[in-house]
């Protein structure tokens, strides 16, 4: 059985940082491409960043330069650095550790 946990959000100042992490089992997490996602209210869900199996990540615009995408494969734990959040950064967010597979969400508010 699949289980996917994502943890770690909550609630942030403006130029806070917050880390992540997506906890994976059930899925052969070394051969998987995982991507971190997010959806604010009224809005779509919108891709953050992906990292291959060997380890090659790709960003969104958005994000570029302040999260850091990154994986344990020994630990099956994906992570997100996030740093110098923006309260448009406010959102539930969500991993996609293998297709079709995602975490019930972790809500991150960056407010003051």
């Known amino acids: 059985q699949v289980q996917v946990v994502e943890s770690g959000g909550g609630l942030v100042q403006p130029g806070g940082s917050l880390r992540l992490s997506c906890a994976a089992s059930?899925?052969?997490?070394?051969?998987?491409?995982m991507g971190w996602y997010r959806q604010a209210p009224g809005k779509q869900r919108e891709f953050l960043a992906r990292i291959s199996s060997d380890g090659i990540t790709n960003y969104a615009d958005v994000v570029k330069g302040r999260f850091t995408i990154s994986r344990d494969n020994a630990k099956m734990t994906l992570y997100l650095q996030m740093n110098n959040l923006k309260p448009e950064d406010t959102a539930v967010y969500y991993c996609n550790p293998a297709p079709g597979f995602w975490g019930q969400g972790t809500q991150v508010t960056v407010s003051n």
């Open positions: 059930g899925i052969m997490f070394r051969i998987y491409s």
